[in-house]
């Protein structure tokens, strides 16, 4: 992945695969969540135990079919710190879609939440979103319970997903469920509106 283009130069250096649809989405959540970890599980099948902090922003591309539409993914890996919070909403302009992370072994990863969901919110108000709960690979560690993450999907009416990217649990279905979402809402605002 590389953290040397901005997101208007994204969508001039990618097509050169046929697209129907390109939908951009962000990944959200503290450092250490695991964000750079789902992403590099969804489009390379790799994963490292090894934390590397992310600086700035980074960006993957995955091709898919959705709908019987030709798919672009661009997923951009938003570094989690408190230190990047203005810049990060630079990266929100224009996103489709966002998954909001947090880790099931780290209750601190879900108290932040709602700042994460507000943020983007204000810069991307009709967005699609998915909550994530990773590393459920640990389960003797678990302090998050399903159900507190389960409130908040109700609360935001969002879908919620548990996720690992140690061993791959929900990772693809949280990106095609993120990408189904933004491009029915994509979709949905193309339609001539009825009087």
Do not use: C
């Amino acid at each position: 992945m590389s953290s040397k283009l901005a997101p208007s130069d994204i969508h001039e250096r990618v097509t050169d695969r046929p697209t129907d649809f390109g939908i951009k989405v962000v990944m959200m959540g503290d450092g250490a969540v695991g964000k750079t970890s789902l992403v590099l599980r969804y489009t390379q099948n790799t994963f490292s135990p090894e934390y590397k902090q992310s600086l700035g922003a980074s960006f993957a591309v995955r091709d898919l079919e959705i709908q019987d539409q030709n798919v672009k993914l661009v997923i951009w890996d938003v570094a989690g710190q408190p230190s990047f919070r203005q810049v990060r909403r630079h990266y929100y302009s224009g996103a489709h879609g966002a998954l909001l992370l947090f880790d099931v072994t780290e209750p601190r990863t879900f108290m932040t939440l709602q700042n994460w969901y507000n943020d983007f919110r204000n810069v991307v108000p009709d967005g699609a979103i998915i909550l994530i709960g990773n590393k459920v690979d640990l389960e003797e560690s678990r302090q998050v319970p399903p159900e507190a993450a389960q409130m908040l999907q109700n609360w935001w009416n969002i879908p919620y997903i548990e996720t690992s990217a140690a061993n791959a649990t929900g990772v693809t279905d949280a990106f095609i469920l993120v990408a189904e979402n933004a491009l029915e809402r994509a979709k949905s605002q193309m339609r001539p509106k009825e009087d």
